[in-house]
């Protein structure tokens, strides 16, 4: 496999290198470890107000970061696999999607907050960024280990992807995986309905939502049935409620490090690119997020 380590010297993306450390990615699999710098702009012209580009201040900044990056790749470094390592320049996010894409990378791995100073942020903007344009799995590690999974599922596309990722992937043998299906059905009466039209709005209610949980089960169930077929101790969680909320509390209760989870691709609304469930439970979770859109069924060797 093809790892991206997306590195900036935080403690988060220290989090980061040490969940890729600990992973057991197949044999032969390459990390590359990434830094990336801004070009470095400092004092004013007197008569114009420009900022200039300082040569100087950059060269000193990218040898703090090879520094860095030697360091981590160090630590990464072990026999069944290979790490190098690159100073890239320009916008963060978008040089780090670039390089996924130029390295052919199998997940890009970030940290779950940068350097930033707006603590209540879950997720640090370059974060976002890369998981909104990523072009196959991003993990944002919150946790250094890996003992147990949540897969969430819907039936859907993405969902399915997420399942073969769980079923083919090595860093998944032998660990077990909940999986958690949600009937999420909105409840009318939150909305505003019309007193006689009461009964019939709560007796439609009912039914949607029995429809809605035996379609969770059957989901739920499904899932777990293939990936037993693949080699994986699974188990069936079909629940009710918000969604990315009871996905979040099935990892706190079974004390799962990671929650796997598929979204829909692109939209036409360029901030609304990640499925909101997906959204909310990689700000929301304490645990590693593996947001799966595309490429899922990597070429992982078994």
């Known amino acids: 496999m093809r790892i991206l380590l997306a590195h900036d010297g935080s403690g988060g ?13 197949p044999e032969g699999s390459v990390v590359r470890v990434v830094s990336v710098i801004e070009p470095t702009m400092v004092g004013l012209t007197a008569w114009a107000g420009v900022v200039d580009y300082s040569a100087e201040a950059d060269a000193q900044i990218s040898e703090y970061y090879k520094g860095e990056l030697a360091d981590t790749v160090a630590r990464l470094s072990s026999p069944t696999r290979r790490v190098e390592s690159a100073v890239l ?31 209540s942020l879950v997720l640090g903007s370059v974060s976002s960024e890369v998981v909104d344009h990523a072009p196959c799995p991003v993990l944002v590690a919150r946790q250094s ?10 039936g859907s596309p993405p969902a399915t992807l997420a399942q073969t990722l769980v079923s083919e992937w090595p860093i998944f043998e032998g660990v077990p995986v909940r999986v958690v299906s949600v009937a999420d059905v909105p409840r009318p009466w ?12 709560v007796e439609a209610y009912t039914k949607d939502l029995d429809e809605a949980k035996r379609q969770s089960q059957e989901i739920a169930a499904r899932t777990v049935e293939a990936l037993r ?14 969604a990315a909320g009871e996905i979040i509390a099935a990892a706190v209760e079974s004390n799962a490090e990671m929650i796997v989870i598929g979204t829909r691709g692109h939209t036409g609304l360029t901030r609304l690119l990640l499925g909101s469930v997906a959204r909310n439970v990689v700000h929301g979770s304490g645990a590693s997020v593996l947001v799966v859109r595309a490429r899922a069924s990597a070429n992982a060797e078994q």
Do not use: C, H, N
């Open 13 to 25: 993306a220290a989090k980061a290198a040490e969940l890729v450390g600990a992973l057991a990615w």
């Open 89 to 119: 320049r320009g916008r963060p996010a978008t040089a780090i999607v670039d390089d996924a894409k130029a390295f052919g990378a199998d997940v890009i791995v970030v940290g779950s907050r940068g350097r930033g100073g707006i603590r």
């Open 145 to 154: 280990t890996l003992s147990a999974v949540v897969l969430a599922t819907d």
């Open 190 to 201: 939150d909305t505003g309905i019309a007193p006689t039209m009461y009964r019939q709005v």
């Open 229 to 242: 077929a693949a080699g994986r101790e699974a188990v069936a969680d079909a629940r009710v409620g918000d």
